[in-house]
């Protein structure tokens, strides 16, 4: 036995030496391409990166122009939750807040989900996996689009995709080193966007099937604990505020989702509905070979826990919605970590449906989508066409209340303009107060409130009314039924002032398609 040992011993040698230098040769071929990804998606979402702002832009830029300190106290008024908001103040300190400066961030958060898939899927389904849920984070449309917008929806892509990892890591793989990482991953996802809580409950569900298989039950519902107590302990602060908002703010702008809008959504998020389709049928076909081998395989238990977080998330949102309207597709950003992630672990398994499938994304998905982007508003234009016509003591009224601080980011700041909206004059036109909205709003008659407003102006003064284009029939929620409603009147009653002569209406829609965004008519005190 001791004369053959030697003998076993030096193959085993030979074949642990090779496995190591095949490690070597391969990590760096690895990186390689993992970095031609994040040079493809750095391209990709570079094409229109100097858009101009629309409303929720100027928002993200009105908030985080407040003192550091201020920010949570001021999204009392908002109705979000402050982690981009102050990764955004600390951003411009930096770098500036123009248009490219800002939307630089978001192509950061961008890029670093690539390599974030990569880990991601190599770690739950394989190699394979990994590359192709790299290669769909670098070209999903739904990420382009907003890695070059001021919000914070691709932060929550990556943390969603932290989440979604992390989670599989700690409660299926059971290694509990990943436990603190999810917690604070699904902390912060919270933090980022109030749909995190949403993933946060999805992720309670996904965790049923593996207490049910797991054969320690009791060390499962022992790190649950946990893991769910550190993410309480580190979102705790945030309670009141979100009290606050629950109670004071909400989104009147929004409608109760129909069942196709769960649809509409998902389309979105994978750039179509023809993608979107080719996509459920690849994925779908990969995923039902994984789940109908080994039920107890980790692959398969790891495709399970994450389809039913998804699935829960998707569900919860839509659910809450019908009680109180939050809902739009931009929100579906929660989704991009269990989406890709999942259907990158089918794609690897679908054999040649699964290569046609992904050639077929690639087609769709490698589109800049420059053309949308550069047209997300006129604010900057309309501000171009009127700034030179404003002098100190004139006022800027927001019909469209909301659109007040993208007007104001662009309009002369160092001239003294009065700044107010159809509710009345306004303290702050950095933000937009949510806080009961619609009952103001439906509160301020358009006569006596532009009465008051007209009477402050000496004559020689002007007012700039901003009003909105309504370009569709869409505008069926409360808040942009009221709007609608008020713009009109304002309109009517502002042309029959007599103390007022209109002098400037831009731009000028007739015989042309209406662009989106605003439309401003200046007048001036008799």
């Not at 890029?111 to 990994?130: E, H, M, Q, S, Y």
């Not at 699904?186 to 993933?199: K, P, R, S, T, V």
């Not at 996904?206 to 054969?215: E, F, K, N």
């Amino acid at each position: 036995m001791s004369a053959t040992a030697p003998t076993v011993a030096r193959p085993r040698a030979r074949i642990a030496r090779l496995g190591t230098a095949r490690l070597a040769v391969s990590l760096p071929k690895s990186l390689l391409v993992l970095a031609f990804l994040v040079g493809l998606s750095l391209a990709l979402r570079t094409q229109a990166i100097h858009a101009r702002f629309w409303i929720d832009e100027g928002l993200s830029v009105g908030i985080s122009s407040h003192p550091l300190g201020d920010i949570p106290g001021v999204l009392r008024k908002d109705g979000s939750p402050p982690l981009y908001y102050l990764i955004l103040k600390l951003w411009t300190s930096v770098f500036g807040s123009g248009e490219a400066d800002t939307h630089a961030l978001s192509v950061a958060f961008a890029i670093f989900t690539v390599p974030a898939a990569w880990l991601g899927g190599r770690a739950l389904f394989g190699d394979r996996a990994a590359w192709i849920a790299a290669l769909l984070a670098a070209i999903n449309p739904f990420l382009t689009y907003y890695s070059q917008e001021t919000r914070m929806y691709a932060l929550v892509a990556l943390l969603s995709t932290m989440v979604t990892a992390t989670f599989v890591m700690t409660f299926v793989h059971g290694r509990r080193a990943w436990l603190p990482v999810f917690s604070v991953a699904l902390a912060l996802i919270a933090y980022a966007h109030n749909w995190g809580l949403f993933l946060a409950i999805g992720t309670v569900a996904a965790l049923v099937p593996i207490w049910r298989q797991a054969a320690d039950r009791r060390a499962v519902v022992r790190d649950a604990l946990l893991a769910y107590a550190i993410t309480a302990v580190l979102y705790l602060p945030w309670i009141p505020i979100l009290i606050s908002q629950v109670q004071h703010t909400g989104a009147p702008w929004a409608e109760r989702p129909t069942f196709q809008a769960i649809l509409n959504g998902l389309a979105n998020l994978l750039g179509g509905a023809a993608p979107a389709m080719a996509f459920a049928l690849g994925a779908g076909f990969g995923l039902s070979t994984i789940l109908a081998g080994a039920r107890r395989s980790p692959r398969a238990r790891a495709a399970l826990s994450v389809a039913i977080m998804g699935l829960t998330t998707l569900a919860v949102a839509w659910l809450a919605s019908q009680v109180s309207p939050a809902w739009s597709n931009r929100y579906f950003s929660v989704f991009v970590g269990p989406v890709l992630l999942l259907g990158a672990a089918g794609l690897a398994r679908g054999g040649r449906l699964g290569l046609v499938v992904i050639a077929i994304l690639v087609a769709f998905w490698f589109n800049p989508r420059t053309g949308v982007l550069d047209t997300k508003s006129d604010a900057h234009t309309v501000a171009i066409l009127t700034r030179d016509r404003l002098e100190r003591g004139d006022m800027v009224v927001a019909i469209h209340p909301e659109q007040g601080p993208v007007m104001h980011y662009y309009l002369p700041k160092n001239i003294g303009l009065r700044w107010a909206d159809a509710m009345g004059p306004v303290e702050d036109p950095l933000v937009f107060d949510w806080r009961d909205a619609l009952d103001r709003l439906k509160a301020a008659r358009p006569t006596p409130t532009e009465d008051a407003l007209v009477a402050t102006l000496k004559p020689g003064e002007k007012l700039l009314a901003i009003f909105p284009i309504i370009r569709t029939a869409r505008w069926g929620a409360p808040w942009t039924s009221e709007v609608r409603k008020r713009s009109a009147q304002w309109q009517r009653v502002l042309d029959r002032d007599k103390r007022l002569s209109r002098t400037l209406a831009e731009p000028v829609t007739e015989g042309g398609p209406l662009p989106k965004g605003v439309r401003a008519v200046l007048y001036e005190r008799k």
